[in-house]
């Protein structure tokens, strides 16, 4: 059973910084791509960012490219995100998932997700 564990969320101030994690388990992960996704308050989850366990370099969407930073540490089957120069509408529940093949950037793609873990940006 696969499960994804997010932590590190919080409450900071407007042009702070936060990182998350998102530990995997429950099988290999070799051919799985990692994503983050957010939601706010009555809006659509979004995507942010997604890299593939076996190589290759992260895509980000354009509203937090330059500001956050996914990475993997395979050994440990986690990935990370750092979010740096953060402002107030990056406020929402922020979630992993993970789909095999290629990463998509639609939430309705990924078929196992964490429970998810609130950042609030207070400006």
């Known amino acids: 059973q696969v499960q994804l564990v997010e932590s590190g969320g919080g409450l900071v101030q407007a042009g702070g910084s936060l990182r998350l994690s998102c530990a995997a388990s429950?099988?290999?992960?070799?051919?799985?791509?990692m994503a983050w996704f957010r939601q706010a308050p009555g809006k659509e989850r979004e995507f942010v960012a997604a890299?593939?366990?076996?190589?290759?370099?992260?895509n980000y969407a354009d509203s937090v490219k330059g500001r956050f930073t996914m990475s993997r540490d395979n050994p440990k089957n986690t990935v990370y995100l750092q979010m740096d120069s953060l402002r107030s509408e990056d406020t929402a529940i922020y979630y992993c998932?993970?789909?095999?093949?290629?990463?998509?950037?639609?939430?309705?793609?990924?078929?196992?997700w964490g429970q998810g873990t609130q950042v609030t940006v207070s400006s």
């Open positions: 998932a993970t789909k095999s093949g290629r990463s998509d950037i639609s939430p309705s793609l990924y078929d196992y």
């Open positions: 890299i593939r366990w076996s190589g290759g370099g992260p």
């Open positions: 429950g099988r290999t992960f070799n051919n799985y791509v």
